[in-house]
């Protein structure tokens, strides 16, 4: 490079090398397990670089902007949707792999995709899929299925198993520690920002908060954010520790949040009383598509899949609006008039 030249060429082995001093625990691109299909290697960007521009460009990350966080089918403007929420949970990931010494790139790319699954109308959308799918259905799975078959994206394995396990329902758990920064950086950011939807629903009131809870973490928001993600530095750092982890009294402060979001929020009559009706509306959608596989898009399917895995695949990819509208369309009678208002 040139004395005084205002830019410096970094291509991917400069970048490559650069991650040599990230921490002993980071996962480095170059020693990525690869991906399932081999391809050259690109000229500046390093493998989870790569993997990060796929997700963005992906059809179904398109797709969270219209689906629901918590408030179904949600029509003010500042509440929280799926794409969101994915925005604030890159942000927190990163800020914690950057803190911790390991890959943010990598980190990054599972937190963008770590959604990519999720069915209309949030986790009620899981319970409605539960009858097709022998042991249920869950989105991080479906999630993965996205990445490798109806988008084929041949991300790399380190992404796709982060995709996999971002759920702490999930076992195995992430083989990277920057898979488990994701876990943590989607509970905080679903913990800190729906109880600030709740608040805003009417749902809650800030002093509503467990005084724990709010004594640790301070005010909904970016305050709470912030203070849990100190939290799982402070915890990882401890010594003996060897994964991410949140310190032992904010975890604990963390749980009692999460039961009562739990049973005031999640549970509340606002934001499931239209639980049966979703599940109706998605049950309806699946059924009538079963009887006439015909109405499924040819760029949306798997062919090769048996008729229920290609409904099951159709209809979970819907936004909440696009579900809506199309059950409006199939079912023009009675019940239809009854189901859809109650979601708008």
Known sequence: MAAGAPFRFTDRPARERAEEELAPAATRSGASRGRARPEQEDALRTAFERDRDRILHAKAFRRLKHKTQVFLNPDGD????????????TQVARSLARALGLNETLAEAIALAHDVGHSPFGHIGEEAFDPYVPGGWHHAAQGVRIVEVLEDLNLTWEVRDGVRAHSWKISPPPATREGECVRYADRIGYL??????????????????????????????????????????????APGSEAVVMAAEPLEAMHELRSFMFERVYNSETAAGAKQVAIDVIRRLVDHHLAHPDLIPASYRDTEADAVTQVVDYVSGMTDRFALSTHDRLFDDDASSRLTPLLR
């Open 78 to 89: 500042h509440f929280v949707t799926r794409l969101t929420h994915t925005l604030q949970v």
């Open 192 to 237: 800190s920002h729906d109880a600030l939807d709740a608040v805003r629903a009417g749902v809650l009131r800030p002093a509503d908060l467990p005084s724990r809870a709010r004594a640790v973490f301070g005010e909904p928001g970016s305050q709470m954010v912030g203070a849990m993600i100190d939290a799982v530095v402070d915890g990882s750092l």
